[in-house]
């Protein structure tokens, strides 16, 4: 099992950034990929960005230029540092791991932490 919690979250207006942090723990040998996935209310959850333990990312076509997705493999850590926010940023955002980097196949969760970002 993987254990991630992330923190970092927090209340910011138009324009501002954060930056979020996620902690794993557990069995992270079988880890290859990590993520970052958000989910607005009454909205499915979807991903943000991804990225391979080689460091090659991907991200969803709303955040490119603006997000920037990073992990420190020393220390079981992941990433994700917002510019430019906007409102409709704002949701629930979570962590996420697995051995691939398909979108649908992340298998280790976080509980989240939130992100609203005001006008």
């Known amino acids: 099992q993987v254990q991630l919690a992330e923190s970092g979250g927090g209340s910011v207006q138009a324009g501002g950034s954060l930056r979020l942090s996620c902690a794993a723990s557990?069995?992270?040998?079988?880890?290859?990929?990590m993520a970052w996935f958000r989910q607005a209310p009454g909205k499915e959850r979807e991903g943000v960005a991804n990225i391979d333990s080689f460091g090659n990312t991907v991200y969803a076509e709303s955040v490119k230029g603006r997000f920037t997705i990073s992990r420190d493999n020393a220390k079981n850590a992941l990433y994700l540092q917002m510019n430019g926010l906007k409102p409709e940023d704002t949701g629930m955002y979570f962590c996420?791991?697995?051995?691939?980097?398909?979108?649908?196949?992340?298998?280790?969760w976080g509980q989240g932490t939130q992100v609203t970002v005001s006008s």
């Open positions: 996420a791991a697995g051995r691939g980097c398909n979108w649908y196949a992340f298998s280790y």
């Open positions: 557990g069995y992270t040998y079988n880890v290859n990929c």
